[in-house]
Structure formats: C-alpha cells, structure tokens
C-alpha cells in the first residue's frame, strides 16, 4: 500500500528534539522528504541521521527559525533538493517564563522574534511556493494550552501562542480557495527531553490530568499527521487541543 505522505515534502522547524523530531519521523515513515531544522546544527545533523537509518529521506538544516533570509532558504532549499514543497511545519518555539511585572523588553522581543515572526514567515515563503505550484498544500503552526487559559509566569508565551491560533483562522481567507490548509495543534504538558530535565514533572502531571498522564511526543505527531494528511482536506483554520482534558475541566469542588 503506498505510503500516506508519500512523493510530499515537508519543512520542520526546530525538530532536532523533543514534538518536532517526533513529526519529523512519523513524516518520515509515511514516505514524506523532509527539511529538518533545528538552531543546533549537531543535533538536526544526530535527528536527520536517527531518521535516515531507519530509511526516511531527510535533509538537516541547521540554522535560526527567526531568520527571514534563512526561512527562505529552507524553502528554496526543499524545492531544489525534492521539486516540490506540500507541507510546513512551524514547530520552533521558545517558552520564556517570567514575572508581569519584571518582563523585560528583550525578553519580549526575542520569543516574538522566534514564535510569532518566524512562524508567520516560514508560512508566508511556504504559501508563496505552495500557490505557485497549484497543487494545495498542509501549513501547520504549533500552539500550546497556554493560549487559552492563564498560567502563572507564561502571559507572553500564551500571547504567542494564541496569536498562532488566530494567524491560523485569519489565514484560511487567502488560502482555502488555493486548497492550502492552515491548522494549529495545541499541545498540553508533554515529556520531552526538555520538559522531563524537571523530575517531578510527569507526576504533577499524572496527577491534575483527566487521562491521568502528559502526553507523549507520540501523541501531539498523531494530531499533527492527521491535519497533515490527506484525510484532513476540508478542516482548515482550527486548533486540535492535545492535553488529555485538561482545559476541558476547571478545579473541581471539594
Ligand atoms: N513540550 C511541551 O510540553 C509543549 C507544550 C505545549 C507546546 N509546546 C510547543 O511545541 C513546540 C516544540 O516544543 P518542544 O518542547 O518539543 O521543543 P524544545 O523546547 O525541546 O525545542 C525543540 C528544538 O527547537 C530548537 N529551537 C529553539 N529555538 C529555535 C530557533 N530559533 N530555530 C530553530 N530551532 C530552534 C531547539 O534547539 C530544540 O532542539 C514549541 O513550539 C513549544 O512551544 C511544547
């Protein structure tokens, strides 16, 4: 049976670990080319090497997210290794936590820089190609459970976040009739190499989670590859919330 991504190629950003590398390798299984990038060339270098011996067809591309000219490149880059572009994945992203009132404007600056502006561009150079091909195409922006609800320290990453969301709706204007897709996954607490660095993490988790546990990387690609995937046409300009129940319920009494 051929394989569901098969003869597509896709651009992950910031995929040399953790949800992104995840994506990346599922892609990589239903027969997709992908471009993964991660800010640590070493280490997209280690992810595209995991994924190629396993037989998946996969270009690293080390460099920044945030960067117009390298966004860019990344593009050009898959056309002229596959011929073609079908899908962008704008997975990097950075959590900056911080006190209200001590934020500063760098800090600011810097995950508006990495969340929301390479986000939109990486969308804006994959739908410019997308559209000359005619062909359609899968645009995905990774949000977070923080975009919806309040989280101490977290005010400007959900900010971020949610502005994703809304780039994601905003978008389909423009692009349904091109039958280019823009959708949002919104990932609750999920382990990760980052996330499990805390070792009480997946215990507070287990604990506070309708299901009883984080989520896996695993579970946040299964969202991501059904949007992506050919079975998902007719949805565009929504968020698929993963996080096990959690912002379905408040605090319950007694
Ligand atoms: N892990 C979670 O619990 C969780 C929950 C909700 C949302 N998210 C979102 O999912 C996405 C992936 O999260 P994660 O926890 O898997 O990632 P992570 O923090 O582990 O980082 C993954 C990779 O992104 C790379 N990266 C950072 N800045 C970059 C840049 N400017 N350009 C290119 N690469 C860059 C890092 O080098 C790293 O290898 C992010 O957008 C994050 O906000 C994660």
Redesign the pocket.
Known sequence: MEKIFYNKTAII?????????EIAKQLAAQGAAVIL????AG?AKKAAQTIAAVGGKVLPMG?????LSFLQNLVDEAVARFGHLDIAVA?????TYGDFFEYTPEQFQQLV???LQ?SFFLAQFAARQMKAQGMGGRILF?????GHQSHRHLAT?GMT?AGLEQLARGLVAELAPLQITVNAV??????????TGDADYAETWKKITPTGR??T?QD?AHAALFLLSPLAGQITGQTLVVDGGWTAVSPQPG
Not at 187 to 195: I, V
């Open positions: 950003t910031g995929a040399g670990t953790g949800i992104g590398f990038n991660d800010l640590d280490l460099g920044d997210a945030s960067d997975n990097a992203g950075i959590t820089a990495v969340n390479g990774m949000s977070s459970v923080t990453y976040k919104a990932p609750g607490a999920t382990l990760t190499e980052r996330t984080a989520a990387v946040i």
